[in-house]
């Protein structure tokens, strides 16, 4: 029979038997795991009843996976599979809001083949003196990704500054598996909880700012109309595994501009001869929004050519 894996604890598996709706707790295969292969929350897999005790069997192809590359290893590991949306949650106030952390996340959605949405969470304590919303979102516009603000704490929070709030997150969840991601503390843990009206472990925001870990493992919460997955917040922001070649391809409203630079290699710096990003209209709005993209990007790019040169001479 088939069934999805909705939670994973090392090589213990809970199961989603699709045609009945019940879960059961299952072992995959031996062999299974050995070949270096991976079952993880999202995959839909071949289940068998074997002596009172449910088993993995075969793990059907993955529509998607979210993955990183370990470089020393030069090992693939996937954390989860199956994703229809990637939920990039932020906080507008503690952990402070950081528009290159946005960006980052960001890189990895398209890296995934994941439509993402973000969601600015912690409304409820929102000062615009702090950062400006309506920027933040706009820089997202000619990616199309949708923006919403919401309060997990506040059910009541209406949005004041961007058109979308938690009434219409709901509905673009409809029927959907989303992957929640985020810095840790950001309120992803909370957010699922408020959508779900479940009770998933969150923990105080330390002083700092920084928010302790209290996701320690990914589960796929089914709410009915929609389901959720939470996930650990992400310390490494590193993006090291990622080809400085195959960066732009993550910047597909850079990507646009970039392929009109009069040169080829254009480095899209301040100097650049014939740079298109140069050849844009200062007065236009649109083009803050492209050149603080841009400015993201050409930060990222300097850290992971950096990282290879110096890979490079180790070895
Ligand atoms: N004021 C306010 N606080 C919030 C909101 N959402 C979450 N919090 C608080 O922020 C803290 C962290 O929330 P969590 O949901 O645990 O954060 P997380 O992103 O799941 O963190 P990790 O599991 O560590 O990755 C908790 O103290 C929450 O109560 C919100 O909308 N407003
Ligand atoms: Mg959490
Ligand atoms: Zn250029």
């Known amino acids: 029979m088939k069934a999805q894996v909705v939670r994973s604890h090392q090589r213990e598996f809970h199961v989603k038997i699709l045609e ?3 879960i059961v707790a299952a072992k995959a295969l031996g062999n299974l795991l050995k070949k270096g292969e991976t079952v993880v929350v999202g995959d839909f897999v071949t289940l068998k009843e074997v002596g009172g005790h449910f088993e993995i069997h075969g793990v059907d192809k993955r529509e998607n996976e979210i993955f990183r590359i370990i470089v020393r290893e030069q090992k693939k590991k ?4 199956n994703c229809d949306a990637l939920v990039i949650v932020s906080s507008v106030s503690k952990p402070a809001f ?9 890189v990895r959605a398209y890296q995934w083949g994941v439509q993402p949405v973000i969601v600015f969470n912690k409304m409820d304590e929102y000062d615009e003196n702090v950062m400006d919303i309506e920027f933040e979102a706009s820089r997202f516009k000619f990616l199309e990704i949708d923006c919403f603000e919401i309060s997990a704490i506040d059910k009541n929070y209406k949005p004041k500054y961007l058109k979308k709030g938690r009434k219409e997150l709901e509905q673009l969840l409809g029927g959907n598996t989303a992957l929640f991601l985020g810095q840790s503390g950001v309120g992803k843990s909370k957010a699922i909880n408020s959508l779900a009206g479940v009770d998933l472990k969150t923990k105080t925001v330390g002083k700092g700012g920084k928010g ?6 990914s589960e796929i919460i089914d709410v009915g109309p929609f389901s959720l997955i939470d996930s650990p917040g992400i310390r490494s922001f590193s993006l090291e595994d990622i080809d400085a070649d195959e960066l732009l391809s993550c910047f597909p409203d850079i990507v646009d501009i970039a392929v009109t630079c ?3 290699n ?9 740079c298109a990003f140069k050849e844009l209209d200062p007065k236009d ?19 992971i050519s950096e990282k290879a040169h110096w890979e490079k001479n180790l070895s």
């Open 20 to 22: 009945s709706g019940e």
């Open 78 to 81: 996937v954390t989860a599979a």
């Open 98 to 106: 950081k528009r290159g952390i946005l960006d980052r996340f960001l």
């Open 212 to 217: 302790a870990h209290s996701t320690t493992w």
């Open 262 to 264: 009069q040169f080829k």
């Open 266 to 274: 254009c480095k899209h710096g301040e100097k650049s001869k014939g």
């Open 285 to 303: 709005p649109d083009t803050k929004v492209i050149l603080s993209r841009l400015e993201s990007y050409l930060k990222i790019h300097e850290e």
